[in-house]
C-alpha cells in the first residue's frame, strides 16, 4: 500500500480550464510537498504545506490535515504547466511520493 | 547562481561495472538525498545524509553505496550488486531534513 495516493494519474484539459489534482497520505506528516517534474525530468518544488492554503501565481494548494487530503488547482491552465505533478509528504526524516499525476494541457 | 547539479546527464553501465554518479550543490544545504524513480513508481529513498560524514540508508540502499566527505558533494555509486540499476536518479539538498528539497536535474543510468 502506498503512503501517498494521488488522482487522477493521468489528465488532459482545453487551453484555459480550471485543474485540480488530489492527493491523500496515510501517515502523520510535518508537511506536504508539490512538486512538478517536466519532461526533461528536473523537478521544481512548487509548495510547502502544512496547514491551510497558499497561492503562487495561477498556482493553489490547499491541505486538510485532518482529512489528510491535500489539492493543487491550476487556474486558467496553459500549455506550458503540461507536466507530472508529484505529492509528497514529510515524516521525520523520511519522504513518501506520489506516483504522480500527468497533466497535458491541449491549446 | 546557487543550484544543485548532477553529472553525467547519461551515463551507460556494463554489467559487473561500478559507476558513481556526482552530485553537487552550493547552496550551503546540510541535508543531501539521493532518489531513484521508474516508470509509473513514486521516487524512492536510497541514501541520505544530514550533516558531513554522516549518512543513512533509505528504502532501497542495497547495491549502493554514497559518501559524505564535504558539505558541498555527496556522491552514489551504483555497484555491481545492484541486479536493476537502469533508472532515472535524483539528487536533492534541503536546509535541514523536513525542509523544502531542492533537485537536481538527474543522471539517467543504462545498462548494457
Known amino acids: 500500500k502506498n503512503e501517498v495516493e494521488q488522482s487522477p494519474q493521468n489528465l488532459t484539459a482545453q487551453e484555459g480550464e480550471f485543474i485540480t489534482i488530489n492527493c491523500s497520505y496515510s501517515?502523520?506528516?510535518?508537511?506536504l510537498h508539490w512538486l512538478q517534474q517536466h519532461p526533461g525530468g528536473g523537478i521544481v518544488s512548487l509548495f510547502m504545506?502544512?496547514?491551510g492554503k497558499k497561492k503562487h501565481g495561477r498556482l493553489i494548494a490547499t491541505i486538510n490535515i485532518q482529512e489528510k487530503h491535500s489539492s493543487l488547482h491550476i487556474t486558467a491552465s496553459h500549455p506550458r504547466d503540461s507536466a507530472v505533478y508529484i505529492c509528497?509528504?514529510?515524516?521525520?526524516?523520511?519522504?513518501?511520493f506520489g506516483t504522480g499525476t500527468s497533466l497535458t494541457v491541449i491549446p | 547562481d546557487g543550484g544543485i547539479t548532477q553529472s553525467p546527464k547519461y551515463l551507460f553501465r556494463k554489467e559487473g561495472q561500478n559507476v558513481t554518479l556526482s552530485c553537487e550543490q552550493n547552496?550551503?544545504?546540510?541535508?543531501m538525498y539521493w532518489y531513484r524513480q521508474d516508470p509509473g513508481q513514486g521516487l524512492r529513498l536510497i541514501y541520505y545524509?544530514?550533516?558531513?560524514?554522516?549518512?543513512q540508508k533509505g528504502d532501497i540502499a542495497e547495491g549502493y553505496s554514497v559518501s559524505r566527505e564535504k558539505k558541498e558533494s555527496f556522491p552514489l555509486t551504483v555497484t555491481s550488486a545492484q541486479k536493476n540499476p537502469t533508472a532515472f536518479y535524483l539528487c536533492?539538498?534541503?536546509?535541514?531534513?523536513?525542509?523544502?528539497?531542492?533537485f537536481g536535474p538527474g543522471t539517467r543510468l543504462l545498462v548494457l
Open positions: 536533492a539538498s534541503s536546509i535541514q531534513t523536513e525542509e523544502t528539497q531542492y
Open positions: 501517515v502523520g506528516i510535518s508537511a
Open positions: 504545506l502544512s496547514s
Open positions: 509528497a509528504v514529510g515524516k521525520g526524516n523520511q519522504f513518501y
Open positions: 547552496l550551503n544545504h546540510d541535508a
Open positions: 545524509s544530514q550533516i558531513v560524514n554522516d549518512f
